[in-house]
């Protein structure tokens, strides 16, 4: 039973913008680091960039400028505001819940990112 839902994947043009959203329950958002990693073909998954509960964030070197992660903590929403997305940006995008009590992490079922040049 997945417990991270993502959404707002899909396919843009170079140059364009996506958002990402993530839900989670409010016991793992509470209490957790919330996050977005990447998987493109034939690579390792890496950290796009993590939130805390009290919004202090750190992103790739890669997408700093472009991509914006954010909370909602009514919500219990956590976004990934991607613009002037490349063609590297391209792959799995993953939401991600590390825990502050155990570090126990969670991922998300994962959602698609294609980026066309």
């Known amino acids: 039973q997945a417990q991270l839902v993502e959404s707002g994947g899909g396919l843009v043009l170079a140059g364009g913008s996506l958002r990402l959203s993530c839900e989670a329950p409010?016991?793992?958002?509470?209490?957790?680091?919330m996050g977005w990693y990447r998987q493109a073909p034939g690579k390792s998954r890496e950290l796009v960039g993590n939130?805390?509960?009290?919004?202090?964030?750190n992103a790739l070197d890669a997408v700093k400028g472009r991509f914006t992660i954010s909370r909602d903590n009514a919500k219990k929403m956590v976004y990934l505001q991607m613009n002037s997305l490349k063609p590297e940006d391209t792959g799995v995008y993953y939401c991600?819940?590390?825990?502050?009590?155990?570090?126990?992490?969670?991922w998300g079922q994962g959602t698609q990112v294609t980026v066309s040049s």
């Open positions: 409010a016991m793992i958002f509470f209490s957790s680091i």
């Open positions: 939130i805390t509960i009290r919004g202090v964030t």
């Open positions: 991600h819940a590390k825990s502050l009590m155990n570090g126990y992490e969670r």
